[in-house]
Nanobody, 124 residues
C-alpha cells in the first residue's frame, strides 16, 4: 500500500509563486512515476505534470509549460511542484498521484495512488 500526502497549497496573488509537496509512504519501492493533477470548480480533473522515479524525463500540460517545474527527492520519497507566474485560471484542487507501472514515465487518471488534494487559489 502507498499513501500520498500533499502540502503547500494556499492563497496567492496573480503573478506569485507556490511550491507544493507530496510525500509518499508505505510501499514506496513500488512507485515508478509521480505527478500532479488539478481540478478547477465545475471542470474535469486535468493532468498538470509528472516525473519518473529513475530518469529525468519531465512532462507538463501545455497550459503550465514555462511556469511550473516538477522535481523529486527519492531519498525523501517526495515530489515537488514549483508554480511560478500563477494565473487565476490555475485555481483549483491539486492532487498528487503515483503509478506502479515500471514502464510508465507519467501518471494518468488510472494511476492507482492518489492524495487527498490541496487547494490552490490565485486571486486576480
Amino acid at each position: 500500500q502507498v499513501q500520498l500526502v500533499e502540502s503547500g497549497g494556499g492563497l496567492v496573488q496573480a503573478g506569485g509563486s507556490l511550491r507544493l509537496s507530496c510525500a509518499a509512504s508505505g510501499r514506496t519501492f513500488s512507485i515508478y512515476a509521480m505527478g500532479w493533477f488539478r481540478q478547477a470548480p465545475g471542470k474535469e480533473r486535468e493532468f498538470v505534470a509528472a516525473i519518473p522515479r529513475s530518469v529525468d524525463i519531465t512532462s507538463y500540460a501545455d497550459s503550465v509549460k514555462g511556469r511550473f517545474s516538477i522535481s523529486r527527492d527519492n531519498a525523501k520519497n517526495t515530489v515537488y511542484l514549483q508554480m511560478n507566474s500563477l494565473k487565476p485560471e490555475d485555481t483549483g484542487v491539486y492532487y498528487c498521484a503515483a503509478d506502479d507501472n515500471p514502464y510508465r514515465t507519467k501518471v494518468a487518471s488510472s494511476s492507482p495512488y492518489w492524495g487527498q488534494g490541496t487547494q490552490v487559489t490565485v486571486s486576480s
